[in-house]
């Protein structure tokens, strides 16, 4: 027999209660997730559109997890922010991609770059480790400018004074600077300039319905005069077609990233194709 015993409310609070302990079940195992090497940094090639030559990755954070597998960084980045645990996670990182880096410098003799994703977190917190990255290149022997930070938008927008200095410094160190998912927010082109920015990343989101004569490839075009004329480079992301390609490289565009090139690969997936294809 039906019965208005259980109505929706009930079914949605006991889905809330579900949904609220399985996010303290995974704040929990975050916290140990590091000391217990559950987190690997993976590399997506970044390619000259010209050339198609690998100069470029962006390391990209996956966390293997004992039961779950492997959780997407959309799911535990918001968390580890929130716990601040995501500046232990970005000291991983960026100690992931100087060991990286100098593993290519075996390969080859040309530049190479790897970005890192940088949380507003990291740049707010004083103890966050930020700080030290220009040493650590300095005792790593690498270039400052082998480093390339992503921030996002939210941060150009209106930064604390602590932000801005920290960030002014790492560039002044010689790190460069992308602005991410460009497009998605409010930028101040002001202050792209002010922060001495080297990339800008067109999000996915344009890059996905570009089309011949599409409303999204006029503003590629438009984006990428813009950043030529600030003295930026442009990285366009999410590339999964030879058309979307054809019509960025044609609009100007500097770089791109997508699966149409290479998925993230782990680290040992990357350096085997670095080293076979002789990419770079
Ligand atoms: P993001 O920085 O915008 O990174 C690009 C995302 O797009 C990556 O997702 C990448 O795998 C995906 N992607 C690249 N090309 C394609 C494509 O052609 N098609 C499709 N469908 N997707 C593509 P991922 O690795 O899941 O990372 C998601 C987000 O998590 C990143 O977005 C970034 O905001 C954050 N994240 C990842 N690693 C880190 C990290 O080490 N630190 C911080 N703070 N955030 C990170
Ligand atoms: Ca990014
Ligand atoms: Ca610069
Ligand atoms: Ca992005």
Not at 150 to 170: C, S, W, Y
Not at 181 to 209: C, H, P, W
Not at 249 to 269: E, H, I, T, V
Request: proline fraction near 3%; include cysteine; aromatic fraction near 8%.
């Amino acid at each position: 027999a039906k019965s208005n015993g259980r109505n929706g409310f009930e079914f949605f609070s006991a889905d809330m209660r579900e949904q609220a302990q399985a996010r303290m079940q995974l704040l929990k195992d975050l916290r140990s997730a590091i000391e217990l090497k559950q987190f690997e940094l993976f590399y997506q090639p970044i390619v000259n559109l010209s050339d198609l030559h690998i100069h470029k990755a962006e390391g990209l954070i996956r966390w293997q997890h004992p039961e779950k597998g492997l959780i997407s960084p959309i799911a535990f980045i918001p968390l580890a922010e929130e716990t601040r645990q995501i500046n232990a996670l970005g000291q991983f990182v960026f100690g992931q991609a100087l060991e990286t880096l100098n593993d290519i410098k075996k390969l080859t003799s040309s530049e190479f770059q790897i970005s890192v994703n940088v949380s507003p977190v990291q740049l707010s917190t004083l103890d966050s480790g930020i700080d030290d990255w220009p040493n650590m290149l300095k005792a790593a022997k690498l270039p400052a400018s082998s480093i390339v930070a992503e921030i996002t938008e939210g941060l150009m927008v209106n930064p604390e004074a602590l932000t801005q200095t920290r960030l002014k410094t790492l560039v002044q160190s010689g790190m460069q600077l992308a602005l991410d998912d460009f497009g998605t927010g409010y930028s101040s082109l002001a202050y792209l300039q002010e922060m001495d920015t080297d990339y800008l990343k067109i999000d996915k989101r344009f890059v996905d319905n570009i089309t011949q004569g599409s409303q999204e490839l006029a503003l590629c075009e438009a984006i990428i005069v813009m950043a030529h004329q600030l003295g930026l480079k442009v990285i366009a992301e999410g590339i999964e077609t030879e058309l979307q390609m054809q019509l960025l490289l044609a609009a100007g565009c500097d770089y791109g990233q997508g699966y149409l090139f290479s998925k993230p690969l782990n680290k040992s997936r990357f350096m085997a194709l670095l080293a076979d294809k002789k990419m770079i």
